[in-house]
């Protein structure tokens, strides 16, 4: 939820604390450590997909949980941003030094992204739009990666059609809910036309664990929009 033009409730939590325990969530215990394997390897087929650009934003970085993966599929400009300072610093002095020297680092709102048009080739966007609940937010975000990427987009998110999804359907509708929720299960059909609204085709679905998992990368391609066309 944000106010008008402003930023997400979630997006505050992530000061020093908070990032510092994001960076040790992903490798402790054996199923974490697997399924941090399996993103991974999602997302290593998600750059291939996208035809291994060779100029990637990784927008949210987090803790620079991809950076490897990333680093290692050719591309050549690297840059990681993040609207959260804190994360960026846990990012820079948590990583090996050779890898963290094969980026720029940028502190931004994926909102309102500090970069000209299109000038990256890929924005790769793991774990942030599940975060977004308002379809009018989702929007706006996609309407900037639209305006900074010059060719595709590799975006995460919860998606239904799978065991996991109807799992957290039940238990949502049993629960009271206290205070504001901050992650959500997006139909496939609606983030599909969202996608397609904002001038995106979708190129590649690739689901961690099929019928079983709510995770799902979309690698999804560029289209101009041809505004001399009016909106039926
Ligand atoms: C769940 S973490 C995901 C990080 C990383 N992509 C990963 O999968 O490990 C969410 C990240 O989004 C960042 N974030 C939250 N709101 C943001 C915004 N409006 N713009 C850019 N980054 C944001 C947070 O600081 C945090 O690092």
Request: net charge positive; proline share 3%; aromatic share 10%.
């Amino acid at each position: 939820m944000t106010d008008d033009g402003g930023e997400l409730a979630f997006s505050a939590k992530y000061d020093q604390t908070h990032s510092e325990a994001y960076f040790q969530k992903h490798r402790q215990g054996f199923w974490r450590k697997l399924s941090n394997n399996r993103e991974s390897e999602i997302a290593r087929l998600a750059l291939q997909a996208a035809g291994n650009p060779a100029s990637i934003l990784d927008l949210p970085c987090g803790a620079g949980r991809f950076w490897q993966t990333i680093a290692a599929s050719g591309a050549t400009e690297l840059t990681a941003a993040d609207a959260s300072e804190a994360m960026l610093e846990v990012a820079r002095t948590s990583q090996p030094e050779a890898l963290v020297s094969r980026f720029k680092f940028l502190q931004t709102s994926a909102f309102d992204i500090k970069l000209p048009d299109n000038s990256v080739d890929c924005i790769f966007c793991m774990r942030l739009i599940h975060h977004i609940g308002e379809p009018h937010d989702r929007l706006r975000l996609l309407q900037e990666f639209h305006r900074v990427a010059r060719d595709t987009i590799c975006i995460s998110l919860w998606v239904d059609g799978n065991y996991q999804a109807w799992r957290r359907k039940r238990l949502e509708a049993k629960r009271v809910r206290k205070g504001y929720q901050n992650r959500f299960v997006i139909p496939a059909e609606t983030i599909e036309h969202e996608f397609a609204t904002t001038g995106f085709k979708v190129r590649h679905r690739l689901d961690m664990t099929p019928f079983i998992s709510m995770w799902r990368v979309y690698v999804l391609e560029k289209i101009v929009l041809d505004k001399s066309v009016p909106e039926k």
